[in-house]
């Protein structure tokens, strides 16, 4: 069977690289990121996220919605929320956290509604997002 076919790509958890994690501004050596569809520009898109043992991420503001699923490991929310394996968590735009690992996490991410190339991780800015088509209600 081929993995080949127009329009569809096919990335292998095993055996790729990660790359050094630097979506939220300076490169935090205690991640990486696999991007899936990810696109830099617009910020949307998905990918995986790797968290090392005692990694912590920097504070950051959502310009859209961030969902995420935890594949792998724990990761503990600032407000203390535990979030293990199976656990989907949604963020809306506008929302500022941080997280962090103790015993190292993968994640798939998920980002959606951001309004393109404005704002920055700290920005005070809201950004205009909607959910797509087959998540609204009739």
């Known amino acids: 069977m081929s993995e080949e076919r127009s329009g569809r790509r096919v990335l292998r958890r095993e055996g790729t690289a990660f790359l050094p994690y630097d979506v939220e501004g ?17 910020g949307n898109g998905c990918y995986l996220m790797r968290m090392e043992p005692g990694a912590v991420t920097i504070p950051h503001r959502h ?3 961030e969902d995420f699923i ?4 724990e990761l503990i929310d600032d407000d203390g929320a535990v ?17 962090r690992t ?3 996490c993968l ?6 509604g951001k309004a393109g190339l404005g704002g920055s991780a700290e920005s005070d800015e809201p950004a205009a997002s909607s959910p797509p088509e087959h998540a ?3």
């Open 70 to 73: 935890i594949l792998e490991g």
């Open 136 to 138: 609204r209600s009739p």
């Open 107 to 112: 994640i798939a991410v998920f980002e959606w």
């Open 26 to 42: 300076p490169v935090q050596p205690e991640m990486s990121w696999l991007p899936v569809s990810y696109d830099r520009g617009s």
């Open 83 to 99: 979030f293990r394996p199976g656990d989907f968590v949604s963020y809306a735009a506008g929302t500022r956290h941080n997280s």
């Open 102 to 104: 103790q015993t190292g």
């Open 63 to 65: 310009d859209g919605v």
